[in-house]
């Protein structure tokens, strides 16, 4: 993934033909290679990156997609490309009791912040000014580098399918683009 590189040119790139993908896949086959992005770039639905192999791929996907590691995808071509959220800087959040740990949630809330839950921790993705406000609040704040998978949140529009593995929700994200 190129830094800026958030959406795809209308011609050919040099040395051969891009991978088209518009559509998730639901079926049975296994996937030939994967995708690995970031949160930000999960949330794109219009997208140029590289599959892991470093072939180009250009995704039109409807707006609003938000993809899920271990998602799959369908490239115009016929071959299933499989999703996978990429580490990155995040701040692991605890606290002493559930109240506080819930009060931390709900300032983050508060905030339009997109929150991944965890058995007795919260992950949020690395930013100084929520982690003054954390800490303040009497949390404990740790950086980690993870995969994120934020709450999709009680107002998605999405859908499950079985055995999937994901909510295939969409999230909120303020001031963010599709």
């Known amino acids: 993934m190129h830094a800026g590189d958030d959406t795809v040119a209308e011609s050919t790139p040099p040395?051969?033909?891009?991978?088209?993908?518009?559509?998730?896949?639901?079926?049975?086959?296994?996937?030939?290679?994967?995708?690995?992005?970031?949160?930000?770039?999960?949330?794109?639905?219009?997208?140029?990156?590289?599959?892991?192999?470093?072939?180009?791929?250009?995704?039109?996907?409807?707006r609003g997609t938000i993809l899920r590691g271990g998602?799959?995808?369908?490239?115009?071509?016929?071959?299933?490309?499989?999703?996978?959220?990429?580490?990155e800087d995040l701040l692991e959040v605890?606290?002493?009791d559930a109240l506080e740990l819930a009060r931390a949630a709900y300032h983050l809330g508060n905030r339009h912040v997109p929150v991944e839950?965890?058995?007795?921790?919260?992950?949020?993705?690395?930013?100084?000014?929520?982690?003054g406000m954390l800490e303040g609040l009497g949390a404990e704040v740790a950086a980690?580098?993870?995969p994120f998978e934020p709450e999709a949140g009680a107002y998605a529009h999405g859908h499950q399918?079985?055995?999937?593995?994901?909510?295939?929700?969409?999230?909120h994200i303020?001031?963010?683009?599709?």
Do not use: N
């Open 15 to 62: 040395g051969g033909a891009m991978l088209l993908i518009e559509s998730l896949y639901h079926g049975v086959h296994a996937p030939v290679d994967t995708l690995e992005l970031d949160f930000h770039h999960r949330t794109k639905s219009r997208l140029r990156a590289r599959l892991a192999s470093g072939e180009e791929v250009g995704l039109f996907l409807p």
């Open 144 to 146: 980690v580098r993870a």
């Open 161 to 171: 399918h079985q055995g999937d593995g994901t909510s295939g929700a969409r999230i």
């Open 117 to 131: 839950l965890g058995e007795g921790w919260l992950r949020i993705q690395a930013d100084h000014v929520l982690e």
């Open 94 to 96: 605890t606290c002493a």
């Open 71 to 87: 998602q799959r995808l369908l490239g115009r071509d016929g071959r299933v490309v499989e999703v996978v959220a990429a580490p």
């Open 174 to 178: 303020m001031g963010g683009d599709a």
